[in-house]
């Protein structure tokens, strides 16, 4: 009797192992995966400050090797490049990110009508230093 029991659990710890890997293989979106999506946001930014801003470019060759690094490490945690270009190409994924930029943008004093708010924000964030600031230069 003690022995069907035990027989039972391990069983029961067999079946339960073979489900894991099935769980844990259930992949966010990468919109919620912060270290890919702030990246990539900061990346959007920069390209929105440069194409707005006649004296601030994009330093593209950062900004490619950023996205490089991001599709990498998407792989690594475990998104195909099927994945991720659904993820890059989708539409609702395109709205989504240029509403979020417009909403960021505004809450930091750029306004689409005044493109001088655009200098000034880029020029701040390239003196700051930051995510998007190091994805600008000025002219």
Do not use: W
């Not at 990539?40 to 900004?63: P, Y």
């Amino acid at each position: 009797m003690r022995y069907l029991t035990l027989r039972s659990l391990i069983a029961s710890c067999a079946t339960c192992l073979l489900l894991l890997p099935t769980s844990a293989a259930a992949k966010s979106s990468l919109r919620d995966v912060q270290e890919i999506e702030d990246p990539l946001f900061a990346v959007a930014v920069a390209k929105e400050v440069a194409d707005h801003c006649d004296s601030i470019s994009a330093r593209f060759f950062k900004g490619l090797t950023e996205l490089r690094r991001l599709k990498a490490r998407a792989n690594e945690l475990g998104y195909s490049d099927t994945e991720i270009r659904a993820y890059i190409g989708s539409d609702s994924e395109k709205t989504r990110m240029r509403a979020k930029g417009e909403r960021f943008l505004a809450q930091n004093g750029v306004s689409y009508e005044k493109t001088e708010t655009f200098c000034t924000f880029g020029r701040a964030e390239i003196k700051k230093n930051s995510a998007i600031g190091v994805l600008l230069r000025a002219k």
